[in-house]
């Protein structure tokens, strides 16, 4: 299905709540910088991965490249955090903020949009589903 299917209120819908999403999840990446809340140290990163897999998968659903790809980055590092293979550094969480900061980006740039094709948002926003 094209992107431009799409009604624009859903799209704008999607960004919007994505928006808040990405603010709370820039909030418990940072808590995770500082060592998470007292013997939340799971739950925090199963939050922190189940808010990005939330939003990388609506992204596709809709078709918008841009938001799912900077979301589906922090998923599949927190994939690796999980499993044990990757800690929880100030690298690792510089990384994911900056994935944030960019995820919030393409997410501005959603919620004021006319949504009536890829040449109003540039190529790189769709995903060509």
């Known amino acids: 299905m094209r992107p431009e299917a799409f009604p624009a209120e859903l799209v704008r819908t999607f960004a919007a709540e994505a928006s808040e999403l990405a603010l709370r999840l820039e909030g418990e990446v940072r808590l995770l910088g500082d060592g998470g809340e007292a013997g939340q140290g799971r739950a925090l990163i199963d939050r922190v991965f189940l808010t990005f897999h939330s939003i990388a998968g609506s992204a596709e659903v809709l078709c918008l490249a841009g938001p799912a790809v900077e979301a ?23 990384e994911l903020l900056d994935r944030v900061e960019r995820l919030k980006r393409e997410l501005e740039r959603l919620v004021d949009l006319e949504i009536d094709g890829p040449e109003h948002h540039g190529e790189s926003t769709w995903t060509g589903c």
Do not use: Y
């Open 72 to 94: 589906r980055f922090g998923e599949e590092t927190m994939v690796l955090v999980r499993r044990g293979e990757r800690a929880v550094t100030g690298v690792l969480v510089d």
